[in-house]
């Protein structure tokens, strides 16, 4: 493709994708196919000639959007919001355009030194401490997900524990996100390693008293304790784990403390919510959270802050002569590849400094004090309706709630809500997913998308009404 063959069809791509956000409501936001569905649509075997790019923009329309779940969507509520918006898009085609391959500093010194830069910044917006910051001994990157971010975070608490040879344990809770468990598998923990906390039974916070029991438990039985992880807004319900008084006993046995806040950290762009971040700066040792779920970044953008670098590259860094270069061996530059799993890396840091410039600090407040307002409407339509329970919920974008089935036995108030769950999100009008609080099933309606108006949030509450007088 000539780039004059290029210009042409790439304006009509553009085209086809602004035609696709605007006519998006008209579609179901959850796809209705079948599995198997998609496949049978497209041709068994790869085309041996090439054919024009207008025929693969075709299938797109016939056999790929039918089986999409439009994400942005203004009634997607389920899962966390997924946002992508405009000068992300742009970012990430120029991303695509220049097609650098960012693994040292010397094969694109522009994507290193623009990452560092969009990563303090994105510290600044944040109220993230100083020492996070990339002209210090800490610093930020850009990860594809928190799950890689905290694996990276995993391999430095060991590094900086020591003890190969002798069992090493993690902390999390039961509501730590999955993707700790999967780390210490990939890290080579053994299964029990990965130790689960209790949580107070109502606020499902960690109990940083049982934390230290448990740490002085398996120091007095030879293990070393390298990590601990809290979690600032869980997937679950965005629980919020008590940052400072789990960094007390991280910081008095001398364990790494990792902050989770995949989801709810980037809210803290609002100064009123700032407290978010309370124990961060005195006592992570590493940080995570996503702009691509609720920070109008399209997938993939995760933001990893250390304290202190040494460790993660003690633990990452592999020299192979092909990479050797006098700026990495003069120590005055940053080579990413050290502070990830792949050696390959993307230049992301032009969708996330597209966003931030596009949006400044003012549209991003705006955007997700819009979201959080609209969850408190929302949570307000189901406290005044005694057919339901509402979960008191944390200030950012999640509902949990629950129909109370008045007669039904536990078992069988789930299944029934589970079969609302079902209809509601077969209707096409909206999207919900679920979680487990204690025996209780739970609707999570996640508010965030930037397309989302109250007008949107009312209709999804009506639906949930008349599906629950239906049934
Ligand atoms: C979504 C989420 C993750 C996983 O995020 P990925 O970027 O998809 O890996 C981790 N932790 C929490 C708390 C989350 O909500």
Not at 35 to 47: F, Q, T
Not at 134 to 163: K, N, Y
């Amino acid at each position: 493709m000539t780039p004059e063959e290029f210009r042409e069809h790439g304006k009509r791509v553009v085209d086809w994708i602004a035609d696709y956000l605007a006519s998006i409501e008209s579609r179901p936001v959850r796809s209705q196919a079948k599995p198997g569905d998609v496949r049978a649509a497209l041709p068994e075997h790869p085309p041996e000639e090439g054919e024009p790019f207008d025929a693969v923009l075709a299938d797109l329309d016939r056999a790929i959007l039918p089986g999409l779940t439009h994400w942005q969507h203004p009634s997607f509520f389920a899962y966390f919001p997924a946002n992508a918006s405009g000068p992300a898009v742009l970012g990430d085609l120029l991303s695509s355009g220049l097609g650098v391959q960012g693994m040292v500093w010397a094969t694109s010194p522009a994507c290193t030194e623009l990452e560092s830069l969009v990563v303090d910044w994105f510290a600044e917006l944040l109220g993230l401490p100083a020492h996070f910051r990339t002209d210090s001994r800490g610093g930020g990157v850009i990860q594809d997900t928190a799950s890689s971010a905290s694996l990276v975070a995993m391999l430095a608490a060991l590094r900086r524990a020591g003890g190969q040879g002798q069992r090493r344990t993690v902390y999390v809770s039961s509501q730590t996100h999955s993707s700790l468990e999967k780390a210490g598998r990939i890290a080579g923990l053994a299964d029990g390693d990965v130790r689960a906390v209790d949580v107070d039974e109502h606020t499902l916070e960690l109990d940083p008293g049982q934390l230290d029991r448990l740490i002085a438990e398996d120091l007095a039985a030879g293990a070393v304790p390298a990590m601990v992880c809290a979690t600032v807004g869980t997937t679950s319900t965005t629980a919020i784990d008590p940052v400072r008084r789990i960094g007390e006993v991280c910081r008095a046995r001398g364990v790494w403390l990792h902050v989770d806040a995949a989801y709810a950290g980037v809210s803290a762009v609002c100064p009123e919510l700032r407290w978010i971040n309370d124990g961060v700066a005195e006592y992570a040792d590493s940080y995570v959270t996503n702009p691509h779920k609720w920070l109008l970044t399209n997938f993939d953008c995760s933001v990893l802050w250390l304290a202190d670098r040494a460790p993660m590259i003690e633990a990452l860094s592999i020299l192979p002569e092909y990479l050797r270069n006098s700026a990495s061996s003069s120590g005055e530059v940053i080579d990413y590849r050290d502070w990830q799993i792949p050696l390959g890396r993307r230049f992301r840091a032009l969708k996330l400094w597209s966003v931030l410039r596009y949006y400044g600090a003012r549209g991003l407040r705006e955007h997700v004090r819009g979201g959080i307002a609209l969850a408190g409407e929302f949570a307000e339509l189901v406290a005044a309706d005694s057919r339901f329970e509402l979960r008191e919920h944390h200030p950012f974008g999640l509902v949990c709630f629950r129909p109370l089935w008045p007669g039904l036995s536990t078992v069988d108030a789930n299944a029934a809500t589970l079969a609302l769950l079902e209809r509601l999100n077969d209707s096409g009008e909206l999207y919900l997913s679920h979680t487990k609080v204690g025996e209780h099933v739970l609707l999570r309606m996640a508010i965030g998308a930037p397309t989302t108006e109250a007008r949107h949030v009312r209709a999804a509450w009506t639906a949930i009404q008349e599906h629950l007088d239906f049934a």
